[in-house]
Structures are given as C-alpha cells and as structure tokens.
C-alpha cells in the first residue's frame, strides 16, 4: 500500500513537474529575446511580474494589429457592394422612383449591418439637360432625398455626407435617352 | 462725288422691345483698309470684329509701302474713311483718317507681349475705331472670356479666350474645376469652384498664377454673380441649395432665401434686388427678392420652365424649356422680356441655348449654344439684331466675361 502511495505521489510530482516547466520554456521561446528570457527568469526569481507585462504589452500589439488588417478589409468590401448600388432618378426629378425604393433599402441594410467604422458619400449626377448651375442643385437635391430616406430607415445621419456632381460625372456619354436616364443617379462612396 | 454719310438715325420697333438700328439711306459708314504689313490672322479678327460691331463696313484695299506715304483720296470715292495699319516686331501702328474731313482721328500703336495674344490687340483696335466713329461703345469686344469645359467624367479644366474664341489658354486642370467668374473689372483674378473632399472656392490671378482658398462647404458651391466686394452664392450649408451673399472683405455670409426645393443662378439686379430661379411652384421659374424687404414675388409670368436669368434694367433675358418634350431639338430657347410691357422675343432657334449673360452695356447678350454635342459662343446684337456663333469642339459647362 505504502509503496503504491509512494508510486503515486512520485507519478504527480512528475506529471506536475512536466506540465509547469515546459510552458514556461514555450512561453520565453516564442515571446522573448534570449536576453529577456534571461532577465524573465532573474527578474521571476526575484518573483517580479514585469516579463508577463510585456507579453501581454506584444499580444496587444499584434491584436490591433489584426484588427486593423481586418477593418481595411471590410472596408474594401464596404465599399465595393456601395459601388454596386445606384438609384436612379426620371428627369428633372429628385424624388425617389417606387422602383428604385429596394435598392435604397439594401443600401440601408448594408450600413446597418457593416461592422466597420464608416463615412458614405452620396453623389447627386444629372443627365445633360438643363444647365449646369440647375443641375448641380438637382443633383444636390437626389443626393438629399436618399440621404433623409436611409436616416428614415435607421442609417444614423452622422456617417452620412452629400456631394453634386451635376452633370460632370457622367457614366455613360453616348448621347441617348437610354444613356441619360444611366447618368441620372445616386452613388455610393466609402469615405476612408 | 463723296457720298457723306455721317448720322444715322434709330427707330424704335416693336413696343420698345427691339431697337433696330438704321443708317441714312440704309448705308454703314465704309472703311477701305491699307497695310504694309498685316498677317492674314490679323486681317481674319478685324473682319470679325467688324460683323460684331455690326457698325460700319471695312474693305481690306491695298497692300503699300509705307503706312506713312501720301494718301490718294481720289482711289477711295465713296469710302468715309481709310484705316492703314502695319504690323512688325509685336506691335501694330494704326493710322484712321477722315476721307470727309480730311483729318487723322486715330494714330495709335498697340504692343503685345508675345504674338499669340494678338486677337486683344485686334479687339483694342476695333473697339477704338468704333469709339472714333461715334458709335455706340462697345468695351465688351476687349472682354477676355473665362471658361470651364468638360475633359472627361470628372475632369473639367478652365480656359481663357478672346470674345471670338481665336486665342485660347489652359489656366487649371486637374479634377473638377467649374463654375469660374471674374472677380474684378480688370479681368486679372477669378473666382471658381473645385470639387475636392468638398467644394472649394478659389481665387485666382491669371498673370501670378496665385491661388487663395476662400470659403469651403460641404454638398455644393458656386459663385453665380459678382459686385464689387459682394458674391452672390448658391450654397448647401444644410444640404439644401439656397442663395447666399458673401462680402470678401468681412468674411460675413448671409443666407438670402429660404426654400426646400431649389434656389440658384442669384443674379443682382436694380441696386436692392436679386433675381433667381426657383422651382417653388414645382416648376423653375425665375423669382425676385427685394433685399430690403424681404419679399420675394414671381418675377416673370411667362413660360413654366426658365433655367437661366440675366438681367439689365427692364430687360431679362431666359433659357426657356418650351415644349413638353423633355428631350426635343428645342429643348431650351432664349427669351427676351420686356419687364414694363411685357413683351416676350424668341432670340433663339433650335439647340440648347443657355446661361445669358448681359453685356454692361445692355445691348449684348452672350450665351452658350449647345448643338449636335458641341458648344457655341454666342452674341446677340440687340440693337442690330444679329447673332453670331464662335465654335468650340467641346462642351462647355459656364462662363463668364
């Protein structure tokens, strides 16, 4: 019995011994410096923490540093499917069309659903009818609409900024109907 | 025989719309032309000039020897006059005698600085012609004309031309610059609008090339007319385009009306006033604000559909969409309206035609013709009533001169 206890006992105190000593060695092969590691054990025998104060210091560097990597993707994402989404306007109004009414809603649902810290420009664009000066507040006018329809649907209005571009930024340049009615638009820019 | 032709007289037309002017048999003062030495460029813009000013008729004669031999008045029965110039190292020497008084009106010389800015010095010399005939004055022939036009989708650079479009300077580029106006009587600094993060207004001097940032706002900026010190704006400070009135010196802006739809194109006019469009009535239409007041009236009754104003005492000139076609050749015509009597004159035919601009004078009237996807500058001769057209194979989205 005794020697069973003693077999027990010796079993523990090496199972024990194994499981701190090796973590210990991970730790100061993977974080430290050899010259860290030396001071890490000094300063441990003198039962400071400041070795684990910096580890913790290097881990934190390289979450941020993983997380902005990350945002500057969702950014990148963010602002790709914007660049997909136009709502289109008839002439010579800034209402917006009943048809064009889900693609505003997708854009809101975008927003809303981004996790990334955001600025979305909308751009007001005109056909090349009227003159330039109208226009541009036309264009004003279409970007404002869309603006007040997202906050109405939950988008909070301080990510959002308005921009005319009259008739300056056309998308299509033949000069037909089907080609105007392309260029009288909202876009969508992500803002950096 | 010497036909003397010396007054002409004016005949009022059309309830004091129109004022055609005509000539004592029907006949403008003749001017035969002698040169030494004049560059067929040159001889190209004195004929222009002299189709604008639509005053007096030239005839380019003879080639001579020098500007300065004996004049055979014998070779020129009929002409009223005979202007002799000469052109050589940069400068032009004029001579403009009187074949009926037998007198020199005119010995001038015009120097410029490099040979590509000679359609001024040709406009100079027109204007001063004009001045010694006695006509009515014509400075707006001197004018430099500042213009934005489209390069590519978001690339607009601004230009500097003479009235007839001959001489032509690229003054900024880069991104979108638009909407330029002249910033003081002598033609050295101008306004414009660049759209960067957001709209910038600039000041600019053409000679230095020096540029100051004056105001920046989010959503829209455009400066629509100067006085003096003063600038009437179209700003979106609250996303929302109204008229402004921003004094350079002070740095003060007001904000000079209050819609929710659109306000622009701000325009002072009679000392207290400003007109404006509008689309307060669910159309554009043009509206009158009386600074003093306060009050705003609808300022013409006529037409549903002005996109454009210019203005000069009972005079306003509309860019007028006339039909319901939204995209009809017509589309857009300029209407003159008398304010006393209210009379309307179609002045254009065909195109879009748009942005009047009167001449301080206010018997000129330049504007842009859009046709068959390129730009026209045009002149109206109220008084004369003519119109001429000066091609440019781009579009042009303002000007100013």
């Known amino acids: ?192 | 025989m010497r036909v003397i032709i010396l007054f002409f007289m004016i005949i009022f037309l059309q309830a004091q719309n129109l004022e055609i002017v005509k000539y004592v048999n029907n006949v403008k003062p003749k001017i035969a032309v002698e040169y030494q030495n004049l560059p067929i460029k040159l001889q190209n813009i004195i004929k222009k000039d002299t189709l604008i000013i639509s005053h007096y008729n030239i005839d380019i004669k003879t080639k001579i020897d020098n500007i300065k031999e004996a004049i055979d008045e014998n070779k020129y029965e009929g002409y009223n006059y005979l202007l002799r110039l000469d052109y050589k190292n940069k400068a032009l020497t004029a001579l403009l005698y009187n074949l009926i008084s037998h007198k020199v009106v005119l010995y001038k010389r015009y120097r410029i600085p490099t040979f590509d800015v000679y359609p001024f010095m040709m406009h100079s010399l027109s204007y001063d012609v004009n001045e010694k005939l006695g006509f009515a004055s014509v400075p707006w022939i001197k004018k430099k004309i500042v213009y934005s036009i489209y390069m590519a989708p978001k690339e607009q650079s601004i230009f500097l031309s003479d009235i007839t479009l001959t001489y032509r300077k690229k003054l900024i580029s880069g991104g979108l610059n638009i909407f330029p106006k002249w910033a003081d009587n002598k033609q050295t600094t101008i306004y414009y609008t660049k759209l960067e993060r957001q709209p910038v207004l600039y000041k600019y001097n053409i000679h230095t090339g020096k540029k100051e940032k004056i105001l920046t706002v989010p959503g829209m900026l455009i400066v629509s007319d100067v006085k003096d010190n003063k600038l009437l704006l179209t700003l979106a400070i609250h996303d929302q385009p109204d008229i402004y009135e921003y004094d350079i010196n002070t740095k003060k802006l007001t904000r000079l009306t209050h819609f929710v739809g659109i306000d622009v194109n701000g325009q002072f006019y009679d000392n207290n006033k400003i007109v404006f469009i509008s689309n307060r009535l669910g159309y554009p239409n043009v509206y009158q604000k009386n600074l003093d007041t306060n009050s705003v009236i609808q300022f013409l009754y006529h037409g549903k559909n002005h996109i454009s104003v210019t203005a000069y005492k009972n005079k306003v000139v509309v860019s007028s969409r006339e039909t319901n076609k939204a995209f009809d050749n017509n589309a857009f015509n300029l209407l003159l309206v008398n304010k006393d009597t209210n009379f309307v004159k179609r002045l254009t035919f065909g195109g879009k035609n748009m942005m009047p601009v009167f001449a301080k004078t206010g018997d000129t009237i330049l504007f842009i013709k859009e046709y068959r996807f390129n730009s026209k500058l045009g002149i109206i001769r109220l008084n004369e009533n003519k119109i001429f057209y000066f091609k440019l194979n781009r579009i042009i989205q303002s000007f100013d001169f």
């Not at chain 1, 090496?14 to 430290?32: F, K, M, R, S, Y």
């Not at chain 1, 050899?34 to 923490?49: D, L, R, V, Y």
């Not at chain 1, 869309?146 to 308005?162: E, H, N």
């Open chain 1, 1 to 192: 019995m005794k020697t069973k206890l003693l077999l027990v006992s010796g079993l523990l105190a090496i199972l024990t011994g194994c499981g701190q000593q090796p973590e210990l060695d991970v730790n100061a092969n993977q974080n430290q410096t050899p010259s860290q590691n030396q001071q890490t054990q000094e300063q441990s025998q003198a039962q400071t923490q400041q070795p684990i104060e910096t580890d913790l210091t290097d881990n934190t560097a390289v979450k941020v540093t993983e997380e902005s990597m990350n945002e500057d993707k969702l950014n990148q994402q963010l602002a790709n499917t914007l660049s997909k989404e136009v709502v289109h306007f008839d002439f010579d109004k800034y209402n917006i069309r009943e048809d064009q009414l889900p693609i505003v809603e997708q854009v809101a649902n975008i927003l809303k659903d981004t996790k990334t810290n955001y600025t979305v420009r909308i751009e007001g664009n005109c056909d090349e009818w009227g003159t330039d000066e109208y226009n541009y507040a036309l264009g004003l006018k279409r970007a404002k609409t869309v603006k007040q329809a997202l906050i109405d649907l939950g988008v909070p209005s301080q990510k959002l900024t308005i921009i005319s571009y009259g008739e300056s930024n056309p998308v299509c340049t033949a000069h037909t109907k089907a080609c105007w009615a392309k260029n009288r638009r909202d876009n969508f820019t992500l803002l950096p």
